[in-house]
């Protein structure tokens, strides 16, 4: 069965404070990995996708690596602006098209 | 234009009320997608639509019945609602799988 964990739960950072955000899955074969960030009461915005092990994406202080059990998404140098709930989802070859499995989310507090 | 539009933004509707959901894309995404998300919840897939087809329906109940009428436009019709189908409603469209979903603001709908 495809499953997403995503690790930590809460993360509490002082402003400044570099960390790292893990999301493990198992899937039958990856055709995507996405990182989405959601603010309370709204939609999840797209920030990455990757696809094959040893893939990076970077955009402004948020880098995401890929392995073949787990991404991270590194927040260099993170400013209270970056507090939200950050959401990692796979689509496999074995789901239905457009399925999506998400996983619970690490919610990010940064402390000026 | 990249965005997903959701209307309305909130919608209280009493459970034997008829009302509908409303969203729009004009980025020529072929696939578009209705979710659930309850609080502190990942979204929930609801259905898919390919090609203005429905392509997948996670068993949703029958009160919940959804329509594209076009490319650009996906409508979820609500029905005779529970209190426990109170949540945020989240459209999303995408090119082609794997390609990234791009979500709406959502629609926070109260079931009352």
């Known amino acids: 069965e495809d499953q997403v964990t995503q690790s930590p739960e809460a993360l509490r950072l002082q402003e400044g404070e570099s960390s790292s955000l893990n999301c493990s899955y198992t899937v039958s074969g990856l055709r995507g990995l996405f990182w989405y960030r959601q603010d309370p009461g709204k939609g999840p915005e797209f920030l990455f996708t990757l696809y094959s092990a040893g893939e990076e994406k970077e955009k402004e202080r948020l880098k995401a690596t890929l392995t073949k059990k787990e991404s991270f998404l590194h927040i260099t140098a993170p400013k209270p602006e970056d507090s939200a709930t950050y959401l990692c989802a796979v689509q496999s070859y074995g789901g239905s098209q457009g399925n999506l499995i998400f996983g619970k989310g690490t919610k990010l507090s940064v402390k000026p | 234009d990249t965005e997903v539009t959701q209307t309305p933004k909130h919608l209280v509707m009493g459970m034997t009320n008829k009302k509908s959901l409303k969203c729009e894309q004009h980025?020529?995404?072929?696939?578009m997608y209705w979710y659930k998300q309850k609080a502190k919840k990942p979204p929930e897939l609801m259905f898919v639509?390919?090609?203005?087809?429905?392509?997948i329906n996670e068993s949703v109940p029958s009160r919940f019945s959804p329509e594209c009428p076009n490319s650009s436009l996906l409508n979820l019709h609500l029905h005779a609602l529970q209190p426990e189908d109170s949540a945020l409603y989240l459209c999303?469209?995408?090119?082609?799988?794997?390609?990234?979903?791009?979500f709406g603001s959502g629609t926070r709908l109260t079931v009352v």
């Open positions: 639509y390919s090609y203005e087809k429905l392509s």
């Open positions: 999303a469209s995408s090119q082609d799988p794997p390609d990234s979903e791009i």
């Open positions: 980025m020529g995404h072929r696939a």
